[in-house]
């Protein structure tokens, strides 16, 4: 509210408060506001936890810094009975790229299950979110975060020997889900123009789930796919969260993306794990996707779930979504494990 004040001469003051004439310029509903001044609100319709996890998981977890500068850090998820070394799964989380945390509780209970039912080490990284730092940041941080493994596994001993000293520096895989998958994929094409900068690690697939993947053209799914009143993405939720990420000026047929769009880089030589869901909006594209990718020479499985939605896996407790993820973790299992 604004506040008047008389001075002594009694001329009339007048302090405005800067937030009165703040205009919405972006909104999704419960997650993310964004004003005209740039100022930016995240609501916390996820609580975020500590890397503390109950004994039944099997699982030991903890945070590292991975850059000080640009605030990038990590959760790490080390099964407890493992034997010999085991894969390395590097893992971003979804939430178009604009909101999410690799603290928020439903990530750290589905990574935690993957470790242990996968027999896999992972670091899921927490990345910079746009607005206010719009793409290609967050697959800077990706590649940011496979440079610091790298140190790690030259160093030997370092003062993370209860996840590295159990780790298989040649057998890592990346990952993620949602805009986290399409940061996976980023992280991966450009792996194709850095390979010998990368050893002695040892990149061996990668581990898209219901990538967010875009396009100005609209597919199938998207135009005509029934959703819930609370699904976890709405065409008009994914239009915003590509308004907001993009550079300014770019439309969803730049290739960071939509990763068909002319000129847009190629995949090449490197394993693919594709889960794809049936009440997905995005389901037809990642379909069309995956035929791109085995046109193109790779690798390409793709597993589908029926009856779910896009980010069930995180966001939903129902006994189907509870089926379905433990299909999927059996899914990532076999991939990592050939």
Not at 110 to 134: Q, R
Not at 142 to 154: D, S
Request: charged share 20%; net charge positive; with cysteine.
């Amino acid at each position: 509210m604004a506040t008047m004040t008389l001075d002594g001469n009694l001329s009339l003051q007048i302090s405005k408060d800067p937030q009165k004439h703040r205009v919405v310029t972006e909104e999704i509903d419960g997650l993310i506001r964004v004003y005209n001044d740039g100022h930016v609100e995240r609501f916390q319709i996820v609580p975020c936890v500590t890397s503390i996890l109950s004994p039944e998981f099997g699982v030991n977890s903890g945070d590292i810094v991975i850059d000080k500068l640009s605030k990038i850090w990590a959760r790490f998820y080390v099964p407890k009975y493992h034997g010999k070394k085991i894969p390395l799964l590097v893992y971003f989380h979804g939430g178009g790229f604009c909101v999410g945390s690799a603290a928020w509780s439903c990530y750290h209970d589905f990574l935690a299950k993957l470790a242990a039912g996968a027999n896999c080490i992972i670091m899921s990284v927490n990345y910079s979110l746009a607005p206010e730092n719009p793409l290609p940041a967050a697959y800077e941080d990706g590649f940011k975060a496979l440079m610091w493994i790298k140190q790690q596994a030259l160093s030997g001993v370092t003062d993370h020997q209860w996840w590295s000293s159990h780790c298989n520096f040649c057998n890592i895989f990346l990952a993620g889900d949602s805009a986290g998958a399409s940061i996976a994929y980023n992280v991966a094409l450009r792996i194709g123009d850095a390979a010998t900068t990368l050893k002695p690690m040892g990149i061996k697939g990668t581990i898209l789930v219901q990538p967010f993947f875009g396009g100005e053209t609209r597919t199938h799914s998207e135009k005509f796919m029934v959703q819930p009143p609370r699904s976890a993405l709405s065409l008009a939720a994914s239009d915003t969260y590509w308004r907001l990420s993009l550079p300014t000026g770019a439309n969803r047929d730049h290739p960071w993306c939509n990763p068909l769009a002319r000129g847009a880089n190629k995949l090449q030589d490197l394993g693919v794990l594709v889960c794809v869901s049936e009440m997905d909006i995005l389901k037809d594209r990642t379909l069309e996707f995956c035929a791109a990718l085995a046109n193109a020479g790779n690798k390409v499985e793709h597993a589908a779930y029926k009856g779910v939605g896009h980010a069930f896996q995180v966001l939903s407790k129902s006994p189907l979504s509870q089926t379905r993820t433990l299909e999927m973790i059996s899914h990532i299992k076999g991939f990592i494990s050939r």
